[in-house]
């Protein structure tokens, strides 16, 4: 079984500054997909980003980025020139690489509470 | 593009009674999972469902129940209410390629706020 694990479950930045938020996965495969959910106040689970296990090369959207460690199944999000609206519960999620039919399920860590201060 | 409808958002039942959620997927989706959050936690994979039938299911008591139609919505029952069902619910819908390989990518509603009395 695959487990995730966020270890801070709280943090917090300055407008405009950036942010890092880890995430360590446990897992036997060797093809997998990495997630990182942000859920605001609302509730509303928002995909943030998404890495192939078998691609090395950092998975990238805008002001998101993430390192993206294999060998040490670490996979930390990177929250440049943070905003406001930034401020959420975010998720690392795991999901394995299905090569035959059948369902497949996202493993969710435990979340990091991000607050972005003035 | 229409996203991910769930129904209702919220919702108050009491112990012992049943619950039925309802879940549209995102338009051109054919894959429905099932997720349980309760508060502080990370959401918990209940099941998924493909083609009418249940693919995958978590770690849940058959009090737990669900249904996929052929337009592709999905219902989630839970018969026998506890206080521990209360939770958001959260569905979340991709799509397959051939052979029912689910894609990797899953796209969440808004949830069902459930609290049992």
């Known amino acids: 079984a695959q487990t995730v694990t966020q270890s801070q479950p709280e943090m917090s930045v300055q407008e405009a500054e950036t942010v890092t938020l880890s995430c360590t996965y446990d897992?036997?495969?060797?093809?997998?997909?990495l997630f990182w959910y942000k859920q605001p106040p609302s509730r509303q689970m928002i995909l943030v980003i998404r890495?192939?296990?078998?691609?090395?090369q950092n998975a990238t959207e805008n002001r998101f980025s993430v390192n993206f460690q294999k060998a040490a199944k670490s996979f930390s999000l990177k929250i440049s020139d943070s905003q406001l609206g930034d401020t959420a519960m975010y998720f690392c999620a795991f999901m394995k690489h299905r090569v035959t039919g059948g369902g497949n399920k996202l493993t969710f860590g435990t979340g990091t509470q991000l607050k972005v201060e003035l | 593009d229409a996203g991910v409808t769930q129904s209702p958002t919220h919702l108050i039942k009491t112990r012992g009674q049943q619950v039925t959620l309802r879940c549209s997927p995102k338009?051109?989706?054919?894959?429905v999972s099932w997720y349980q959050q309760a508060l502080g936690q990370g959401p918990q994979f209940i099941f998924q469902?493909?083609?009418?039938?249940?693919?995958q299911r978590g770690n849940f008591p058959d009090r737990f129940s669900g249904h996929q139609f052929p337009n592709y919505s999905s219902e989630l029952n839970v018969n026998a209410l506890l206080l521990g069902d209360s939770a958001l619910y959260l569905c979340a819908s991709s799509l397959a390629t051939s052979g029912g390989i689910v894609r990797e990518t899953q796209y969440f509603g808004p949830g069902t706020r459930l609290l049992v009395l």
């Open positions: 469902y493909y083609e009418e039938e249940e693919r």
């Open positions: 338009s051109g989706h054919d894959t």
């Open positions: 897992t036997s495969e060797n093809n997998y997909y």
């Open positions: 890495q192939e296990a078998y691609k090395q």
